[in-house]
Nanobody
């Protein structure tokens, strides 16, 4: 069982940076892959980034590639999402998720554990 709590959201202007953090409690977090997803009003929850626990490889949605960076600190049981050059279209509730799997990480159905979400609003 893993519990996840996101933090770091807020209201920012376009072009600035924001760092989201996901704090995990529970067993063996280092053996869980971590994903970040987001959901804008009226839209489905979409994949943003993932970090494979076995290979440490990362994957990003095309819309955020080159601007966002996912990382983790297993000693602290945290996973972060550094977001640079934010755009108004990045506005959404951002969710951290964890799975014991290391494949299909773009698919939200593969994730068993979810945080409650943190709001990010980017004004133009």
């Amino acid at each position: 069982q893993v519990q996840l709590v996101e933090s770091g959201g807020g209201l920012v202007q376009a072009g600035v940076s924001l760092r989201l953090s996901c704090a995990a409690t529970g067993r063996a977090f280092s053996t869980y892959s971590v994903g970040w997803f987001r959901q804008a009003p009226g839209k489905e929850r979409e994949f943003v980034a993932a970090l494979n626990w076995r290979s440490s490889s990362t994957d990003y949605a095309d819309s955020v590639k080159g601007r966002f960076t996912i990382s983790r600190d297993n000693a602290k049981n945290t996973a972060d999402l550094q977001m640079n050059s934010l755009k108004p279209e990045d506005t959404a509730v951002y969710y951290c998720a964890a799975t014991s799997r290391n494949w299909g990480l773009r698919n939200r159905a593969e994730y068993a554990y979810w945080g409650q979400g943190t709001q990010v609003t980017v004004s133009s």
